[in-house]
Structure formats: structure tokens, C-alpha cells
């Protein structure tokens, strides 16, 4: 199935659509989402991206991040997407947004306009092996200080965005 991006502009404001990867080779910026879960105990569900990913393979991050499809809600979109990488769904709530460029080693290049989701998740998980190769709560005080230990062990976005949700989860107690 070809896969296509929503291409927008600095305000989110929609441009057309072009194929996932030839929008990621030509760095051209497009609609994507970040899903952030928390358990009751206020840790945070990590996923090891499975090796076979087309960039950051086998490094941690959040919950799940992808892209709508042309005409798809963001929020459905990101709940169709907790679904397919670790079976699940919860209600979902938009934080807050940020835009980033990143750059791989492969000619690919993510340069999006990121909506961030937050929800809460107690019950089992059933990840997709083609998506997610382990799992994990984490305190975020742990995840914080692990990515000072070892930043290569996590996502470029996750970087920019988990500063962002820490500040956020900050602002909200």
C-alpha cells in the first residue's frame, strides 16, 4: 500500500500529500503525531523500535509517533496507530505541538510538525514484532537520567520531545 504524508507549512496549515518516503528523502516538512502513555504510578511507556524500522531501529522511545493519512483526524490517527504498534487504545489528549528536523545516516530526513497526545494505560500490552521490539514503564526521572548515561540509545525526536512533556507534566501537578 503506498503510504502518503500530509505536506504543510510552518502553521500546520495542509499543502497536498506526497509518498512517505520521497517526502522523507526531500526533507519537506508534514503532518506527524507523538503518543506519550503513562501508567497510574505516573511512569511512562518506552518502546524499543524493532530493527527492522526505516531509520532508528532498535533505539527507545515514546509510546508510538507516526503520521495521519490525507483526510485522517490526528487524534484518530494516533489511537489507529497505538493499536497497530501495541494493541491498545485509550482515550488520547493533545498537549501541546512542537516542529523538528533530524536528519539519518540513510538520505532520510524527518521534518515535521509533531501533535503530541498524552494518555493514561494500566492494562496489557500486545505489541506488533514488526513495530516494536520491547517495551517498558519508566519512572521519568529515570528515563531522564538513562539518557544522560546513553543518549544513543534513544530517538532524535524523543530528545526534543521528552524536555517538552517533562515540562508539561511540570505545569500539570
Known sequence: MLEEVILVNEFDKPLGVMEKMEAHRKALLHRAFSVFIFNSKG??????RSMTKYHSGGLWTNACCS????????CQ????????????????????????????????????????FVGHYD??????????????F????????DMKVQ????TSWFHL?????RSWLGRTK
Open 67 to 74: 503520521h495521519p493519512r490525507p483526510g485522517e483526524d490526528t
Open 77 to 116: 490517527a494516533a489511537r489507529r496507530r497505538l493499536a497497530e504498534e501495541l494493541g491498545f487504545t485509550v482515550s488520547l489528549t493533545k498537549v501541546f505541538d512542537f516542529t523538528y528536523k533530524a536528519a539519518f545516516g540513510n538520505g532520510l530526513t524527518e521534518h515535521e510538525f509533531d501533535h503530541v
Open 161 to 165: 520531545a521528552f524536555p517538552l512533556i
Open 43 to 48: 511512569e511512562m511507556l518506552l518502546q524499543r
Open 151 to 154: 543518549p544513543e540509545a534513544y
Open 123 to 136: 492494562d496489557e500490552i500486545h505489541p506488533n514484532a514488526e513495530e516494536v521490539s520491547d517495551y517498558k
Open 138 to 145: 519508566f519512572s521519568v526521572e529515570a528515563i531522564g537520567a
